[in-house]
């Protein structure tokens, strides 16, 4: 799946050069990355999906080939993604589909409302969505990868960082997903941590008025089952239609690799159903 071909893009907003990588043929669908990822978290669901659609997979500002949003919060990152999107030629003049892992997911459900956009989104995914402000299920704390002091620390603590957030199962944790996830965490300037944190994500999902997927991981650390009811009943809003709400069993938070198979599944079937989105955004 990582030997995909693809496009390299690079969209300046302000002197802020974002990178997106776009393969697939069909209307367009843009898939949003974690905290501490890259483009990269999508390596398994390229293929499947470029199928019938025209992938559009940014490193956000802050990450991977991306430069850093000069208000480096939120607000500012959100501001020159969207702004970036509405450049990409690659978009076209049609609706887009939004997916969103993680931190990704709280992006997504802001810039699903944002007005560059011009149009909102035909349908919102969201797969173990950061932002909604209640409690995680960590066992283990993450420890700090800066302080290896060589290259075979680094990958015991990148992938023990792993285990404790990311997979339900070690044992599905390949060379591939080690190397990814420690090229991603290299290239990370944007702090995100202290933002999926803080919340927000909820009020965001309920501005936006078009179909929404809720997923997670059965065993997805970043989350409670009473945080997910708390999302849902945001997303089912009386102007929204009701909100598909899938949990993935056996699986953890980056649960479109882990499980990549049924996510795939999961989200080509999401994304073939009669669904029409609001015409405007804001």
């Known amino acids: 799946m990582a030997a995909t071909q693809h496009d390299r893009v690079v969209v300046d907003v302000d002197g802020c050069p974002v990178a997106w990588r776009c393969c697939g043929d069909g209307p367009p669908l843009v898939l949003l990355h974690g905290g501490h990822g890259s483009w990269e978290h999508w390596t398994r669901n390229l293929a499947p999906l470029a199928r019938t659609r025209r992938l559009l997979v940014p490193d956000m500002p802050g990450y991977g080939d991306s430069g850093m949003p000069a208000q480096a919060d939120l607000p500012g990152l959100v501001e020159v993604l969207a702004r970036a999107l509405a450049a990409l030629p690659e978009r076209g003049d049609g609706p887009i589909d939004l997916v969103g892992f993680s931190f990704g997911g709280l992006v997504a459900a802001q810039l699903a409302s944002h007005p560059a956009l011009g149009r909102a989104p035909a349908s919102l995914a969201l797969l173990g969505p950061a932002g909604h402000g209640g ?12 302080r290896c002091a ?9 992938r023990a960082n792993l285990a404790a957030l990311m997979f339900a199962e070690p044992a599905a944790i390949d060379d591939a997903a080690l190397a990814l996830h420690t090229r991603a965490c290299r290239a990370t300037r944007f702090r995100s941590k202290p933002i999926s944190r803080a919340g927000g994500l909820q009020a965001a999902v309920a501005r936006y008025a ?7 991981g059965e065993h997805d650390v970043t989350v409670t089952p009473e945080a997910i009811d708390g999302i849902a009943r945001a997303a089912r809003a009386p102007s929204a239609p009701a909100a598909r709400v899938e949990v993935v069993a056996g699986a953890g938070h980056w649960v479109q690799y882990e499980a990549h198979a049924r996510v795939n599944a999961l989200l080509q079937d999401w994304l073939a159903r009669p669904q029409a989105g609001p015409a405007r955004s804001g």
Request: aromatic share 8%; net charge negative.
């Open 210 to 216: 078009g179909p929404v997927l809720l997923a997670w």
């Open 135 to 146: 409690p995680r299920r960590l066992v283990h704390e993450l420890a700090d990868w800066r």
């Open 150 to 158: 060589d290259e075979a620390s680094l990958a015991a603590v990148m």
